[in-house]
């Protein structure tokens, strides 16, 4: 099964918005309401931004948002902060009953 | 809060075993599975599969089918990851986290670097 698609990398500045996508197909991204998103920063373990497409665990900011379109997830980041500069992962799930992972995004603030 | 945390490096030769362990806090053991995801170094995440807590079901992700055993050992609230015939291609950390798809990962252990030489 190969990994869901990303950008490998994205930038933007302090304040601005970004999006960071992440395509699959009918038989798991865009089959099943179960797109997560993950920031990991270096040397660090991922951490969980966004679950169910959209959904916010707690704590974490609202700046963090997801939705999807059809075969393809997406994660907005508003009001860009230098803490948000990390690698960036989409998962979902998949009609084989497993976890698909993304490629990555590395995003850095300039 | 619930908490994971997984035991210390390993070094393998070529052909051994390796076993990672990762003990759960804070939460009911009981109520969640565990998924192992693995992350080669300057790599992507991959996942490995996942082990109810409940009834120790498992389900392996099909490229580890044969070499991974997932376990659990309710009485200590630790989870096991098990992988044989190790190559080179096995370097990497691997990291335990709570759940799989719904409820999401979350949290994650600290990750576990397994080194094979090669």
């Known amino acids: 099964q190969s990994a869901l698609t990303q950008p490998a990398s994205v930038s933007g500045s302090p304040g601005q918005s970004i999006t960071i996508s992440c395509t699959g197909t009918?038989?798991?991204?865009?089959?099943?309401?179960?797109v997560s998103w993950f920031q990991q920063h270096p040397d660090r373990a991922p951490k969980l931004m966004i679950y169910?497409?959209?959904n916010r665990p707690s704590g974490v900011s609202s700046r963090f948002s997801g939705s999807k379109s059809g075969n393809t997830a997406s994660l907005t980041i508003s009001g860009l902060q230098a803490e948000d500069e990390a690698d960036y992962y989409c998962?979902?799930?998949?009609?084989?009953?497993?976890?698909?992972f993304g490629g990555g995004t590395k995003l850095t603030v300039l | 809060q619930a908490q994971l945390v997984q035991s210390g490096p390993e070094v393998k030769r070529p052909g051994a075993s390796v076993r990672v362990s990762c003990k759960a806090s804070g939460y009911i053991f009981l109520n969640y599975g565990i998924s192992w995801v693995r992350q080669a170094p300057g790599q992507g995440l991959e996942w490995m599969g996942w082990?109810?807590?409940?009834?120790?079901?498992?389900n392996y992700a099909q490229k580890f089918q044969g070499r991974v055993t997932m376990t659990t050992d309710t009485s200590t609230s630790t989870a096991y990851l098990e992988l044989r015939s190790l190559t080179s291609d096995d370097t990497a950390v691997y990291y335990c986290?709570?759940?799989?798809?719904?409820?999401?990962?979350?949290?994650w252990g600290q990750g576990t670097l397994v080194t094979v030489p090669s």
């Open positions: 009918s038989s798991d991204v865009g089959g099943y309401n179960y």
């Open positions: 986290a709570r759940g799989a798809v719904s409820p999401p990962l979350d949290p």
């Open positions: 998962s979902s799930y998949t009609s084989s009953f497993t976890l698909l």
């Open positions: 082990i109810s807590a409940y009834d120790r079901k498992t």
């Open positions: 169910d497409v959209s």
